[in-house]
């Protein structure tokens, strides 16, 4: 498995490789760090070229402290696993999608700030780009997430997701964690019908007789979607929320009001996120 870390050398960025790194270990994967120097040259070319390349070599050598330096200063290690450190010129988002496709990245995993409002605190706009462009799952981690691996994971429902190609993705990283997942329907006094999406799971999880992973499909009634979300992330002891980005609205809009969000950060949770395609 490729995994891909954007780094903007901030704690969020270094939190995001940590996990990143241990999770590589775990599924047998790599670690390519991506700089994206954000900036474009307008001056005369021969200075445009030395002065690029100065950016370039400083870059280079932040992404070498921050693999080798930063963890000592911080006092944690990172796994042994195989680390690529990449630093380019571009727009920040939309070249770490541009990246993850044209590189056949398997996995993005992004960190997020916890400073202002909910939608600001979870989503910077890097992270809105990139989760709107990229083909790839997108893992946002919090930056006081701490690693544990994946045994048992969330995966939240409603009633209107295509879960088609969330599915197939799902699949192919859950069956190098096996972990059990628990597919859930939170119901909040609306009486969805969730038998299709039900339908949809279980057609699709035991027609592959290689899906190595127990799971249930789950409905639960509740008072209020936050309260009973978090209550069961932490008596059930989830360690990984997974939802679904409908690409039908505003991105800003379906974050913004994502109770799955909300409680993945404010517990601390990684957030898997799929894209309907």
Known sequence: MKILVPVDFFE??????????????????????????NGMMNTDETFAHDTRGKIEQISNARMES??????KIKGVTIEDVKITKI????????AVSDYAEDNEI?????????????????LG??????IKEAKCPVILIHESTKWRKPNKILFTLDKDS???????????????LNAHTDFLHIDIKSKDDIQEQKEKIISRLFEDDKVSFSFEVKRLTGNSLKSSLSNYCMFESIDLITMVHRKKG??????????????GTSLYLPILIFKET
């Open 12 to 37: 969020t960025s270094f939190a995001a490789f940590r996990y990143a790194a241990s999770l590589a270990n775990v599924v047998d994967g790599e670690i390519i760090l991506l700089h994206i120097i």
């Open 66 to 71: 921050f693999v080798q330096k930063f963890p």
């Open 87 to 94: 630093a380019i010129f571009g727009i920040p988002g939309i």
């Open 106 to 122: 398997d996995l993005i995993v992004m960190g997020t700030r916890d400073k202002h409002g909910i939608f600001d605190r979870l």
């Open 125 to 130: 706009s890097v992270s809105i780009t990139t």
């Open 162 to 176: 295509d879960l088609e190609a969330p599915l197939e993705q799902f699949v192919k990283f859950n069956n190098k």
């Open 250 to 263: 505003a991105l800003e809009r379906i974050f913004s009001k994502s109770k799955s969000v909300e409680i």
